[in-house]
């Protein structure tokens, strides 16, 4: 049976390795994934200002 | 791993069986409502095909996929057998019966409802029979899943449930408070009318009571997708999960906010006010945070990853992360439809918004990409990661495994994105043909066949994807594999109570329904609706 | 000890970040949130808010949906109703005649089962159900015809059920004796 506890796989991280990566994570991350955020919200607006709007009111 | 094998393989095999026999009845719906097929099929093929197709997709391939995947959770992520194991035998072949109940009459033209089989519109009751054995079993495996993290718990007193199972448990309690909606329309309102027991049916309560059911069920399908996500992309990449504390936050997050929001496909209806609709937006937003903190965590994990080798600056870490292997592809394919399928779906949530596009093909556009895209490519990752381990052998070659998850993505933005177009333009939904000769329809022509080339791609896909898991029967034996759980950064030693179980959740689920559902069910037992005649198909 | 504790300093820069993000996207999403509800409020858009129940198995024989009060009439303070009939396979009338730039209440009921409906170019949307009357204001503002599909799955007709909605300027709107206004012929 696979346990996740210790392994001697290939992938195995070091952790002073991970320490020294982690000094900047989650710069790129939070860059990435916060434009891309961005850019669904400003799609959004467009869409509902300039393509939702016009159609006229209803209710 | 020999406790369930078999077990696993049966689910998964049924699962992806029906999901290419519906991939190609989705290929041929789109081919005869194209141009380029517009003399071929009547309406009562094209609609059955839609029913057939829907069902497969909707109710086949996920509960028998997430199924087999919980019950190889249970075991790996755990380390012991799976309790109950003749009871998860049972629950399949009950199942399998039900399936087949469901499609003879379809197959008959006796069940051309639909997937959401909206009444009064009423089919055959073997139909909703079948439904209902399909479901129960799944009420099993909700059980042993429980089961197996209480005995758990008790062998290893005081130690966080391994993430995995935790987003399991979390699924099957969220599945069982799902399908309470579907359970009571169907038992108590759709069989009587099918057997004839009653004549008229209220719609309003039908719809309603469907509507709690009809969007926590995409969650339940969403989340094997977030579970391997955040307990085996990190470790496929060569990192570390960013956070597992977020991880089981994100998991109790769905199970909670998930199911107040159903009537969110109510926006257009007639039988609830503007308070309703504007709180159930309300709502919904809130269902979009467990989505935002796992882009974050996601992207996070990935970004260790790719820094631990060699990537630099700001976006290095992206091109060095392990491409070539099919979990690192499928997350990043998935994130991309993630991204445009989100998109969609806030401006279905849109209070007023939901006004342009529902019922166009902007809506069958969003669920093709959200669901069949960044969920369904994951379920490819899934199997691909874990059938080797079902089956002791190995992938010959990466590359028709690459190949395929490219295809999928491709077919499936292909498809999508001419839909978003097309539901803008006034394009509805549920149509065997269009009349090409009406100028505005025609207009659409040139965009239906570009979808429909998607669609082949996709088709071409499915074909490969079951090629690429039957060969896997005959690869070569497999050598010590890889670990397939991640590790967090911190991996945790203790975790509060509330996130290592579900009872304070379950009680927070309860308010938020009896505050979103209470009174819009109530009114149609303090006012009930004029009712409608029952209209039967067969 | 050092790991366990560099674990801990981990897991704390760690949360905290999450923190961020989520502060982050929580702005974003209460301001668009802000959005919706200012134009909800100040531009009278809505989703269909009027709960009106009614008899489907007999709204045909008397009363508002009676076949001699469907179309579009103009009532004695000059509002512009239209009421239309939603049933397998067709909407009653086919053609529906509405005025450019007036406010006009649109009212749809059904006899027998669920059907659905969307103007094109327009916001106009909803469902109808049977045991309920749908009803939308709008105001058009461009002549022409537009198209009405039922959209909503409602048996093997669905895909042939459609209507006419003719926007008639000004002049061309005109009721008659009793305040109808039919399609103009052309």
């Known amino acids: 049976m696979q346990s996740d506890q210790h392994s001697d796989s290939p992938d195995e991280v070091d952790e002073a390795a991970l320490t020294q990566v982690m000094r900047i994570v989650p710069l790129g991350a939070g860059i990435l994934a916060g434009s891309a955020v961005a850019l669904l919200v400003l799609g959004y607006l467009a869409i509902y200002l300039l393509v939702f709007l016009p159609r006229g009111t209803v209710g | 791993m020999r406790n369930v094998e078999r077990l696993c393989l049966a689910h998964f095999w049924v699962a992806f069986a029906a999901f290419v026999v519906a991939c190609v009845l989705g290929t041929w719906q789109m081919w005869v409502r194209s141009p380029l097929g517009a003399h071929l099929g009547t309406p009562g093929q094209y609609f059955m095909s839609v029913t057939a197709h829907g069902v497969a997709m909707a109710y086949v391939l996920t509960t028998f996929f997430i199924m087999g995947f919980g019950y190889f959770v249970a075991v790996t992520a755990l380390d012991r057998p799976l309790p109950g194991k003749q009871w998860a035998w049972s629950a399949f072949w009950m199942a399998i019966i039900g399936v087949v109940m469901i499609l003879v009459p379809i197959g008959m033209g006796q069940a051309t409802v639909l997937f959401t089989f909206y009444p009064p519109l009423t089919a055959s009751p073997w139909f909703y029979i079948g439904l209902v054995l399909v479901v129960v079993a799944s009420w099993v495996w909700c059980i042993l899943m429980l089961v197996a993290m209480r005995e758990w718990k008790r062998e290893n007193p005081g130690r966080p449930v391994p993430l995995a199972m935790f987003a399991t448990v979390a699924n099957a309690v969220m599945w069982l408070w799902t399908t309470v909606g579907v359970a009571v329309e169907l038992l108590f309102q759709v069989i009587p009318a099918s057997l004839g027991l009653v004549q008229t049916i209220d719609v309003g309560l039908s719809r309603t009571l469907f509507s709690w059911t009809l969007h926590a069920i995409v969650y339940f399908w969403l989340m094997p997708a977030y579970i391997a996500f955040y307990t085996m992309v990190p470790r496929a990449a060569g990192g570390r999960l960013y956070s597992d504390t977020m991880g089981r936050l994100t998991f109790i997050l769905f199970l909670v906010y998930s199911l107040p929001v159903g009537m969110h496909h109510l926006m257009m209806d007639p039988e609830h006010g503007n308070g309703t609709k504007f709180i159930q937006m309300l709502l919904t937003a809130f269902v979009s945070i467990p989505t935002l903190l796992t882009i974050f965590t996601i992207t996070a994990s990935l970004e260790i990853a790719g820094r631990l080798r060699g990537g630099r600056g700001i976006f290095g870490w992206i091109a060095a992360l392990p491409w070539q292997r099919p979990a690192v592809l499928a997350t990043g394919l998935a994130f991309v439809m993630l991204g445009f399928g989100g998109f969609g779906g806030l401006i279905n949530m849109g209070y007023g918004m939901n006004a342009m596009v529902h019922n166009t093909s902007w809506v069958t556009a969003h669920f093709h990409l959200i669901f069949g895209g960044s969920v369904v490519i994951m379920y490819f990752a899934i199997a691909y990661e874990i059938w080797p381990r079902l089956t002791g052998r190995e992938h010959m070659s990466l590359a028709p495994l690459r190949l395929q998850l490219w295809l999928w993505f491709i077919g499936m933005m292909v498809m999508t994105l001419p839909w978003h177009w097309l539901g803008l333009q006034g394009q509805w939904r549920r149509v065997a043909n269009f009349n090409y000769a009406d100028p505005l329809i025609a207009g659409w022509g040139p965009w239906v066949i570009v979808s429909l080339a998607g669609g082949v791609v996709l088709l071409v896909s499915a074909l490969l994807f079951a090629y690429n898991l039957f060969v896997l029967h005959r690869g070569p034996s497999m050598a010590t594999g890889r670990q397939l759980y991640a590790l967090a950064v911190h991996p945790p030693q203790r975790v509060p109570a509330a996130l290592n179980g579900f009872g304070l959740w379950n009680v927070l689920v309860l308010v938020l329904m009896l505050l979103a559902y209470g009174y819009p069910l109530a009114q149609f037992a303090i006012t009930p609706s004029p009712s409608a005649i029952v209209h039967r198909v067969y | ?186």
């Open chain 3, 1 to 186: 000890m050092a790991e366990l504790h560099a674990g801990e300093m981990h897991e704390r820069y760690i949360l905290k970040t999450e923190l961020l993000w989520a502060f982050g996207v929580g702005i974003l999403i209460a301001a668009t949130l802000s959005v919706i509800v200012f134009t909800a409020l100040t531009m009278d858009v809505n989703p269909p808010s009027n709960v009106e129940r009614i008899d489907p198995k007999t709204l045909h024989l008397s009363g508002e949906f009676a076949e001699q009060n469907l179309g579009t009439t103009v009532g004695a303070d000059g509002s512009v109703t239209a009421r239309v009939i939603a049933t397998q396979f067709m909407f009653v009338p086919r053609c529906i005649a509405v005025p450019r730039g007036k406010r006009i209440t649109l009212r749809f009921a059904a006899p027998d089962v669920i059907h659905g409906l969307l103007i094109t170019g327009t916001n106009v949307n909803t469902m109808v159900l049977p045991g309920f009357v749908s009803q939308v204001h709008t105001e058009f503002t461009r002549t022409g015809d537009l198209l009405m599909p039922c959209h909503e799955y409602c048996g093997l007709g669905h895909s042939e059920m459609w209507a006419i909605v003719q926007v008639l300027p000004e002049n061309e709107f005109k009721p008659g004796q009793d305040g109808r206004v039919s399609c103009a012929q052309r």
